[in-house]
């Protein structure tokens, strides 16, 4: 493997962390005062978007709505609880102590993301009719942006609609924060340092040796409570 690829929310930050609930409440929330959408439609709404279109943004605009993408943002993502994220030095240096190339991929805005990540404005030029997110063709641009070849590049996300789309692309995925049968599962990112080793080590032409460890690994790694991870940012 040469390249790790991490979504960002209930990934590296963990769901406990409480960010992803209060981005729902935002995104429900602008639709309600900032298109006058009736709170229970907007929900319903919110529902099918993610279901048809990935993401409620997309979904809006398919719908005929406009509204300025740095205002959704803004709404959305400018007053999230970031004060609830501690620094995880246990997993930076796990991190670190990797070779690999690193690099999230997000719906979000770089600047919620912060750095190394490929995200909105990647795919998307302010005043774009279509919204470019994960999955659709996402990781098609992400991996031609980064350069990466996909049977070298491992994916983590918690999202399996994501690790399913990502798997079709050529990746090897890996999910997290829940057990699904027939791919490996970790309960938190700390759980690659039990992968690191048998996983992260091989290379491309040993595609059969990385799947069969892959699921060798899975329950393992899914009951093993001493992988429980804090309320943290890599950042």
């Known amino acids: 493997m040469e390249c790790l690829i991490f979504n960002l929310d209930d990934t590296l930050h963990p769901l406990s962390s ?22 229970e439609e907007a929900l319903q709404y919110k529902r099918r978007f993610y279901k048809a279109h990935d993401t409620s943004m997309a979904g809006l605009l398919l719908l005929g709505y406009t509204f300025d993408f740095d205002e959704f943002h803004k709404f959305v993502h400018g007053c999230l609880p970031y004060d609830v994220l501690c620094p995880d030095l246990a997993l930076l240096s796990l991190l670190l102590s990797l070779p690999h190339m690193k690099l999230v991929l997000a719906n979000a805005k770089r600047v919620h ?5 490929i995200c909105f404005e990647t795919f ?41 789309v990502a798997r079709l ?7 997290v924060g829940q057990s699904v049968r027939g791919m490996l599962s970790i309960n938190t990112v700390h759980g690659l340092k039990k992968i690191s080793i048998p996983i992260l080590s091989q290379t491309i032409g040993e595609e059969d040796v990385v799947d069969e460890l892959m699921l060798k690994l899975s329950d393992e790694l899914m009951h093993n409570t001493t992988l429980q991870g804090e309320t943290c940012s890599v950042f």
């Open 113 to 117: 993301a912060e750095k190394r990540v």
């Open 18 to 39: 409480g960010i992803s609930a209060s981005y729902s409440n935002n995104i429900l929330e602008f639709m309600v005062k900032g298109l006058h959408i009736v709170a």
């Open 169 to 175: 692309t050529g990746l090897c995925a890996v999910m």
């Open 124 to 164: 998307n030029k302010k005043g774009c009719a279509n919204i470019i997110c994960k999955p659709s063709l996402a990781f098609q641009r992400a991996l031609s942006v980064a350069g990466v070849d996909p049977s070298r590049t491992l994916f983590f996300d918690d999202s399996l609609r994501n690790i399913e």
